[in-house]
């Protein structure tokens, strides 16, 4: 463990200044990715900026029939809002199917979405990683890549973003509220929020220097059959292999995000419009121009069964 500095903030703003105006300093809430980081000696932040005491855990709807929620409300609160669970059911469920009792009760939304990536390489300081050491190579690429990415990927980088609950929200078409170190606001679609590798896989997200988050916005509730799959090498505390988030409309149409095959939540609207057709029109349009390894091929063809349970799901009452 490296030395560093802390200091708790009082507001938003405060918090995304203290954090621009230190080299290297780090937001912590829940601590639940960073500190196995600091721990690792993956992230060695030279100073924490503590912003448990900033009051950003309400869920509240407001009065456009949104659903807001405080960037520092628990995965649990969340999950078992009676809202949530009421009308956006895939994102209840995607989030209890993440980790463990005792990690859903620290981590907080905010801390979910920002959650590094799981990638064997990136956990280990011996190993090549761009996305740890940019510049330094991909120890993935033509190594033991099994859990890794088939689509969205980069000469760079095929590391996945490991999480379930933003999968859901980006089938749930949810926005991020943020803050910046002037104290100015502005709205991210989660669409536009993680970004794919590219020639810059360290970094993981659209935020500036200081930027912090401060809520995530559902839209009104869309109805329809809520479903999330999640396909692992074990049945509990486990990082998915393929994740299928959908809702579902009577008739068969909706909308579908995958999670466990790219960098960041997959989606693309225009497969959406296949899934009438069934799972593998819809999983080829999914799909396209897959680039998969030799060790994780076979996630291909599991994302196609995968939303295939899915959409039978959907089909009985």
Avoid at 231 to 253: C, E, H, K, M, N
């Amino acid at each position: 463990m490296k030395p560093f500095t802390y200091e708790r903030a009082r507001t938003p703003a405060e918090a995304a200044a203290a954090v621009a105006r230190q080299p290297n300093a780090k937001f912590i809430a829940g601590g639940t990715n960073l500190l196995d980081l600091m721990k690792l000696e993956i992230e060695a932040p030279a100073h924490l900026v503590d912003v448990n005491d900033l009051k950003l855990d309400a869920i509240e709807a407001t009065r456009d029939g949104d659903l807001r929620i405080g960037a520092l409300a628990t995965n649990t609160k969340l999950a078992s809002d009676a809202r949530v669970r009421r009308d956006y059911g895939v994102l209840s469920r995607a989030i209890v199917a993440g980790a463990s009792g005792q990690l859903r009760n620290k981590a907080t939304t905010a801390g979910n979405l920002l959650q590094r990536t799981r990638c064997p390489y990136f956990y280990d300081p011996n190993q090549p990683c761009n996305k740890r050491r940019p510049g330094s190579g991909c120890g993935a690429i033509g190594g033991y890549s099994r859990q890794l990415a088939v689509i969205g990927v980069s000469d760079t980088c095929i590391a996945t973003y490991p999480g379930d609950m933003a999968v859901a929200m980006r089938v749930l078409d949810a926005t991020v509220e943020t803050v910046r170190p002037d104290g100015t606001t502005r709205t991210i679609p989660i669409a536009d929020f993680h970004k794919l590798p590219g020639d810059t896989p360290h970094i993981d997200t659209t935020l500036e220097r200081g930027e912090l988050i401060t809520a995530v916005t559902l839209p009104p509730p869309i109805g329809g059959r809520h479903i999330y799959h999640k396909v692992r090498d074990r049945a509990s505390y486990a990082y998915a292999l393929v994740s299928v988030a959908a809702v579902i409309q009577p008739g068969g149409t909706g909308r579908v995000a995958i999670g466990g095959i790219a960098h960041k939540p997959w989606r693309r609207e225009n497969a959406e419009a296949a899934l009438p057709q069934g799972a593998k029109a819809t999983a080829a349009l999914l799909l396209a121009g897959a680039t998969p390894t030799r060790d994780n091929e076979f996630k291909v063809p599991l994302v196609e069964r995968t939303l295939g349970a899915v959409l039978a799901e959907a089909r009985t009452a």
